[in-house]
């Protein structure tokens, strides 16, 4: 398939170079579903995409509005959650969306209640999204809005405050 350098990887119908590998794949080169490097390529483009909302915020303000309405809404209501509930709730629903995207991810089965409901929190304001908005919101914007909130609980994550983001956003919803 590939005369440019030493064959090394496995490719449906014979195996190819790295280079190839690299350049072709999925293009030109049908990849086995089992490949360790396609998945390792979708996740890599996965985290590049969710990336491009670092500095571009400003595009998608509505939506982080919303969900950080959302998720301090849960703790305003409950009280029983804190940063690692939010950054728990963010990360299920960054894996859950890759999933939809064919992208490999790690699935959490059973959530604790009060993670469970920041992630019903979230959905319940992305869905209302779109059913009240005409042109209803690309999952790949939705997961860069999310991946969003995700940087930004890291970002305020002490140990000594356990809810620093929550009081963060809590500022300027109040």
Do not use: W
Not at 13 to 37: A, M, V
Not at 42 to 48: A, C, L, M, T
């Amino acid at each position: 398939m590939c005369f440019m350098q030493r064959e090394k990887r496995q490719a449906v119908g014979g195996q190819i170079c790295t280079q190839c590998c690299g350049t072709r794949r999925l293009k030109e080169i049908d990849c086995p579903e089992d490949c360790f490097y396609l998945d390792k390529s979708k996740k890599y483009f996965f985290e590049r995409e969710m990336k491009q909302i670092i500095g571009d915020e400003d595009r998608y303000l509505d939506v982080l509005q919303n969900i950080e309405f959302a998720i301090y809404g849960v703790y305003a209501d409950k009280g029983n959650i804190t940063d690692r509930h939010v950054q728990a709730a963010v990360e299920y629903l960054l894996e859950m969306g890759k999933a939809r995207l064919g992208v490999p991810s790690e699935f959490l089965t059973q959530l604790p209640p009060n993670v469970q409901n920041v992630v019903d929190a979230i959905d319940g304001i992305l869905e209302m999204r779109d059913e009240i908005t005409e042109e209803r919101e690309k999952l790949l914007d939705k997961l860069r809005c999310i991946y969003r909130i995700q940087d930004s609980v890291k970002f305020h994550y002490n140990t000594a405050d356990e809810c620093r983001y929550l009081g963060f956003i809590g500022q300027f919803l109040r």
